[in-house]
């Protein structure tokens, strides 16, 4: 990685502000796309749209849709807070840490996509349930319910910002495409349509103006 992408050429107030530009993206494009599911034409086959997000039906697509939008709200809160905060004087000692024992870290697995809680928290119960979470694990989780792959207009901007968060969000980001495309070709036998190829099908009515 060259040092114009290392996680230390930003300083926290300019990572902070790149940071939320991106998920403002995200809230706006979260927006247009609970609005075309909303309008979307009920006699249309929903087979291509269940492929292209790797679940079975339209209702969790809506659903997890819903979630992710409120999880990007909830990300914007902590960030404009975060943004807000004065910076920490330098000269002032910071009071001694009392050493305690760090509780084992979960190892993340790309395969773990499991829908959202019911019924949908509120922002501010994501704001503090989000709290302690890498910044760039949540909008992982945003991207992948929103549908949002390789062949989108965001992806560049996305994926620059993820590279210089220090939890390898961009790999993981890459997995779970991966894996939900894996997830479209085992579903699609499931529903009929088992010869139908959408690799490179983004859902014109998913994408932003």
């Known amino acids: 990685m060259s040092a114009a992408l290392s996680p230390f050429s930003l300083e926290p107030a300019a990572r902070a502000s790149r940071l939320l530009g991106v998920v403002r993206s995200l809230i706006a494009f979260g927006r247009h796309l609970a609005d075309a599911l909303l309008h979307r034409d009920s006699n249309e086959s929903p087979v291509r ?21 409120r999880l990007a709200m909830a990300l914007e809160v902590r960030l404009s807070r975060w943004q807000s905060k004065p910076p920490v004087s330098r ?32 922002v501010e119960e994501l704001v503090r349930m989000i709290r302690k979470r890498p910044v760039g694990d949540v909008i992982v989780e945003i991207c992948r319910e929103f549908g949002i792959a390789s062949n989108h207009p965001l992806w560049r901007e996305i994926y620059d910002a993820l590279l210089v968060e220090p939890t390898n969000s961009a790999i993981r980001w890459v997995q779970v ?20 190829d959408d690799s490179f099908w983004p859902p014109a009515l998913l994408m932003p103006p």
Not at 181 to 193: C, D, H
């Open 49 to 69: 749209l269940i492929r292209h997000f790797g679940v079975r039906t339209v209702a969790e697509i809506v659903e997890r849709v819903a979630y992710a939008l």
């Open 177 to 196: 495409i991966v894996h939900r495309r894996y997830m479209s070709w085992t579903i699609a036998p499931l529903i009929g349509e088992e010869t139908v």
């Open 91 to 122: 000269t002032v000692a910071a009071p001694a840490r009392v050493r305690t024992q760090a509780a084992p870290r979960v190892k993340w697995d790309p395969e773990a996509d499991e829908p959202p809680p019911e019924p949908l928290p509120g």
